[in-house]
């Protein structure tokens, strides 16, 4: 391992508090992963799935109170308090070393202490950085080395910068109540402690690729979003690419793997990232976006041949589940998979499963998985440069009011558009389910510094790119009066990434209305699919009441936010009111959008 005197000094200073019996610097080699499964295996941390139909496959199954992110024990410990705003946790850094501090006292006492570098964007990347985690879990050193560059390449990486994203994590007692997960944005430092879970615990993930880097993206001027990333190819061949923001567990990686049905199957998805972006404004004035991971940590229930099958390629070797149910040939079972359950299941918690009492596959059971063993990987997706970015859609999860897609007038109404997402909440996070919050750009639980200030940065970008994308709107979830859903999801989602593709080369027909462009139905291409009579006009229906409702929603968010919303959000707000109480006038797709 090369030397590293900074982190050295760091590693010791971690191990006199924390007392491992051992240390282990990752360099990510084959061998190190075996024999860190092979401890596993005989510790009972991973249990041994079929090898012949799912080789090189194992099951973790974590403790019953450590299934989710935990929003409420999650804290940004910036100097003021103003800095972390009303959105997010803060405790003060002082108190948070002291409070925190003590738990990570032994904490590692019988135990090996793992230095993990780790490498976030493609090898060789100007945009991509340096972390090391220190952890105490071998079930996250494996985790890692799936979603990272992970290892000896990531030291050479570092070479003698200074510059790295020091993560401090260990599975302490894995009690809620000893349960924190710290953010030191100012020191780009993390501290987690008491959960094995992957947001959590992969500190490269959610702390350092969101939390951490919103804070030094504002600062150096580019995003760090809770976005997949697409190229999306047309019968001609050419591809776009495209990012869009959505809440955990509402379908980013089911999108970004998209299969386009037999009547549009000249059109083609290929996978840049699934979670994570980040973007830079290119040489070329264009918006240039990354994936900083390696990997997918993905929702498993609902994953079939049908709603995904490139997943379903990509998770039958190499992969780690989590919390999955098992048949009793040791296959990998999960609610979805297939109609109906098969006989003798062990559920998550690795007992029989006795169906009235739950699922057998926890709801936001996961899988770990190498991106580059997914077929519809992008044959750029490691592209140093990034990949040039013409639309940016947001999309919630919201059985009425927004419709299928909307197009946003400008960039200042497309910031506006996501500063006013709403979505209703799932098993991703603890707490309850469905209930619909504030959501802005999906990144209510990532942001790492006041919301208004990020509205603000965004903004910024805007004036200084000189290309900016288009931006969009979408709802996979609106339903009928029965609580049916309207759109059949999944791969006839590319019949509005067309009409988005069309729009962007200023093509695809639209309406005016208060919210933004919509499609007329024409202009969506409905061809074999089938909606039963009145579903397109429901799809897109915008309710002026439901939205009155909504408007004054989005008014008590930004309130919250004031005083340090900008006046453009505020301008935009005001600006809806006033059009919701005017009626829709078609226009000609080529005109230029009316800017506020
Ligand atoms: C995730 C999440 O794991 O958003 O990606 O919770
Ligand atoms: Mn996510």
């Not at 910036?78 to 409070?99: C, H, L, V, Y």
């Not at 593709?501 to 202009?523: H, K, M, N, S, Y």
Request: glycine share 10%; aromatic share 8%; charged share 20%.
């Amino acid at each position: 391992m090369p030397q590293h005197r900074a982190l050295e000094q760091w590693v010791d200073q971690v191990a006199r508090v924390t007392r491992p019996d051992r240390i282990h610097w990752c360099d990510g080699s084959e061998e190190e992963h075996q024999v860190l499964v092979d401890g596993m295996l005989r510790d009972g941390t991973l249990v041994g799935l079929n090898h012949q139909r799912y080789p090189g496959c194992y099951l973790h199954r974590s403790h019953p109170s450590d299934v989710a992110r935990t929003e409420h024990l999650t804290f940004i410990c910036t100097s003021r308090k103003e800095d972390a705003g009303p959105t997010n946790n803060w405790m003060e850094p002082t108190e948070a070393r002291a409070r925190v501090g003590k738990l990570f006292e032994g904490s590692m006492k019988g135990r090996t202490m793992f230095v993990v570098p780790y490498l976030m964007g493609p090898v060789g990347s100007p945009y991509s950085r340096v972390g090391v985690e220190i952890t105490d879990s071998p079930y996250v050193v494996v985790n890692m080395r799936l979603m990272t560059r992970m290892g000896k390449i990531a030291l050479e990486r570092l070479g003698g910068s200074e510059s790295f994203v020091r993560g401090l994590h260990s599975l302490g007692d894995l009690s809620p109540d000893h349960r924190f997960i710290l953010h030191f944005p100012e020191e780009r430092l993390i501290w987690s402690i008491g959960s094995g879970y992957g947001g959590n615990a992969l500190l490269g993930k959610k702390c350092h690729s969101l939390r951490i880097a919103s804070w030094i993206g504002r600062e150096e001027g580019w995003l760090a979003e809770h976005t997949l990333i697409i190229g999306v190819e047309d019968p001609s061949g050419q591809v776009t690419y495209m990012a869009a923001a959505f809440p955990s567990a509402c379908g980013k990686t089911n999108l970004a793997m998209l299969v386009a049905p037999q009547v549009l199957s000249g059109y083609k998805v290929w996978t840049v990232g699934d979670d994570i972006a980040w973007m830079h404004i290119g040489p070329d004035g264009r918006l240039r976006a990354i994936n900083p991971e390696a990997g997918f940590f993905g929702v498993v229930p609902g994953t079939s041949v049908k709603t995904n099958p490139n997943i379903m390629a990509a998770v039958d070797r190499d992969t780690i589940f989590t919390n999955v149910a098992v048949t009793p040939d040791g296959e990998p079972w999960w609610e979805g998979k297939e109609p109906t359950p098969p006989d003798g299941l062990v559920d998550w918690r690795g007992n029989p499963w006795i169906s009235v009492e739950g699922p057998a596959a926890h709801p936001n059971s996961r899988f770990t998985v190498a991106a580059r063993q997914c077929p519809s990987i992008s044959p750029r997706w490691e592209d140093p440069e990034g990949v040039p970015i013409s639309a940016i859609i947001f999309g919630g999860r919201r059985a009425r009011v927004a419709p299928l897609v909307y197009q946003s007038y400008s960039w200042q109404h497309g910031v506006f558009v996501g500063a006013g997402m709403a979505s209703e909440t799932t098993a991703a996070q603890s707490g309850a389910v469905g209930v619909t919050r504030r959501d802005p750009m999906a990144m209510i639980p990532f942001c790492g510094y006041h919301m208004a200030d990020y509205f603000a940065h965004w903004l910024d970008m805007g004036r200084r790119i000189a290309h900016p994308p288009a931006i969009f709107h979408v709802n996979w979830f609106r339903t009928d009066q029965n609580d049916r859903f309207l759109w059949p999801g999944f791969g006839e989602n590319i019949r509005v990434l067309k009409w988005i593709l069309e729009r962007v080369r200023g093509q695809g027909i639209a309406v005016e209305t208060p919210i933004g462009f919509i499609p007329t139905p024409d202009a969506l291409d409905l061809d074999g699919l089938g909606l039963p009579d009145g579903a397109a006009d429901e799809l897109l229906r915008i309710d002026s009441d439901a939205w009155l409702t909504e408007h004054a929603e989005q008014g008590r968010f930004f309130d919250r936010l004031a005083p340090r919303l900008p006046v453009q959000i505020r301008q935009e707000h005001a600006v809806l009111h006033q059009r919701l109480s005017r009626l829709s006038v078609p226009v000609n797709a080529t005109e230029p959008p009316h800017t506020p």
